[in-house]
């Protein structure tokens, strides 16, 4: 956990940096075609100039998580039920939108909510129960959280329990929540062995979080929630900035799950904005096809006028609800869990928050990566080759004329090295 904390330390303070230097910039399209225009090929060769690659790392002969697709992202979402929701089936009916997951939350020591479970079921979506503490009395009580693993492992098919996120003025201690969390671990895997485990926290408490963490052997998943909440002139912040510090800190450690939120109104100017909120939906949700450890994403769909002020929701207005069916189209979002027994492996791909080069007749991998990308395993593949650009340190892997080869290929239409 010490490692953890250093590195997202350290990647906290360089990303901080790089966005406040103004460096952090959309995706690059590389106009060449090495494979086949050689002239092209040979003319960028002799150039000096250094083009920037975003860089991915595929390690292959990962072991899947409990309920981790292969490839691409689990779609799913919390809806809250109200006048104009009475069930899973008519909320998917009206959005034209397949779900692989639906969202509920519950207290420890409260009824097990089946009649919820088995209308999910029936739907054909996998449930992913949030489980906050007991109001009163002793909020790490493992007998009560044996009971409720019993009642999830009642039925064969694929569960999720987010097990007491961080979230607010949470009150938690480590000293006593890890060995908690870690102990769920094991009762979990005797009661109720179809249920992954999930540790999350809201994107407010993410710098405390790691402070929380029960480590990669105590989780199967790992959870962040970002609330995009609409100012009174119609404008929002921008939610990547928690989105690339959770990825780049916790990709290693297992999948990851973004719960996230857009709202449309705000009751501190009582101002509607649906065209812009549908365009946030767009965005977000088209940019995270982007980010390979992103294996599910949860939309929160319910109004808070007695909190924040703000609506989430998306099926009750037409824009809103046209663009959030339009975004998750995509074949990235998958909208179905398959329960998968025994040892399932599969490559994984991590991003590396620093661009890799071209440069003449070679790419080149920046030092940053080799320190801060953990575990990076192909320092075989250097040259050896050293040269400076913009003030940082490169190395180089490979000539232009091998992009084709096994270890490593050029995605150039989306501006990207991929190492294997």
């Excluded at 104009?84 to 779900?99: D, L, P, Q, Y």
């Excluded at 949470?170 to 540790?199: C, K, M």
């Excluded at 993410?206 to 100012?231: C, H, L």
Aim: with cysteine.
């Amino acid at each position: 956990m010490l490692r953890l904390t250093v590195i997202f330390s350290a990647l906290f303070v360089l990303l901080v940096l790089s966005s406040c230097s103004g460096t952090q910039s959309p995706a690059i399209y590389v106009p060449l075609v090495f494979q086949n225009d050689t002239a092209h090929r040979n003319a960028h060769a002799q150039s000096n100039e250094a083009t920037p690659l975003r860089l991915k790392i595929e390690i292959e002969n990962h072991r899947l998580a409990r309920h981790e697709p292969a490839s691409g992202a689990l779609l799913g979402v919390y809806v809250a039920r109200d006048r104009t929701i009475s069930g899973i089936r008519e909320f998917e009916r009206e959005v034209g939108v397949n779900h692989a997951i639906f969202a509920y939350t519950t207290t420890l020591g409260d009824d097990y909510p089946l009649l919820w479970v088995l209308e999910a079921i029936a739907a054909q979506k996998s449930p992913f129960i949030t489980l906050l503490p007991p109001e009163d009395g002793y909020i790490y009580d493992l007998e009560l959280l044996a009971d409720f693993a019993a009642s999830a492992g009642r039925f064969n098919v694929p569960v999720f329990v987010q097990l007491y996120p961080i979230a607010g003025n949470h009150g938690f201690s480590p000293a006593e929540y890890i060995p908690f969390f870690r102990a769920a671990r094991d009762i979990f895997a005797q009661h109720a062995p179809n249920t992954a485990l999930v540790w999350g926290f809201d994107a407010e408490n993410m710098g405390a979080s790691t402070r929380f963490y029960p480590g990669a052997e105590a989780v199967d998943w790992i959870k962040m929630t970002v609330y995009n909440n609409i100012s009174t002139d119609g404008t929002f912040g921008d939610p990547f900035t928690y989105i690339n510090f959770f990825h780049y800190a916790f990709q290693q450690e297992a999948p990851l799950m973004l719960g996230t939120a857009v709202s449309h109104h705000t009751t501190l100017s009582n101002t509607y904005f649906t065209r812009a909120a549908a365009d946030k939906i767009t965005d977000i949700y088209g940019q995270l096809t982007e980010y390979p450890r992103i294996k599910a994403v949860i939309y929160r769909n319910y109004s808070d006028p007695g909190g924040s002020g703000n609506k989430y929701g998306i099926n009750s207005i037409e824009i809103i609800r046209t663009a959030y069916a339009a975004a998750v189209t995509n074949q990235h979002f998958i909208d179905f869990v398959s329960l998968h027994q025994g040892n399932r492996m599969a490559a994984k791909t991590i991003r590396s928050p620093f661009r890799a080069m071209i440069r003449g007749a070679y790419f080149y991998i920046p030092e940053k990566a080799l320190i801060y990308d953990a575990r990076f395993p192909y320092m075989d593949m250097l040259h050896g080759k050293e040269v400076s650009i913009d003030g940082d340190v490169f190395f180089s892997i490979a000539d232009v004329n091998s992009v084709s080869g096994a270890d490593f290929f050029v995605d150039l239409e989306r501006g990207m090295l991929v190492l294997r």
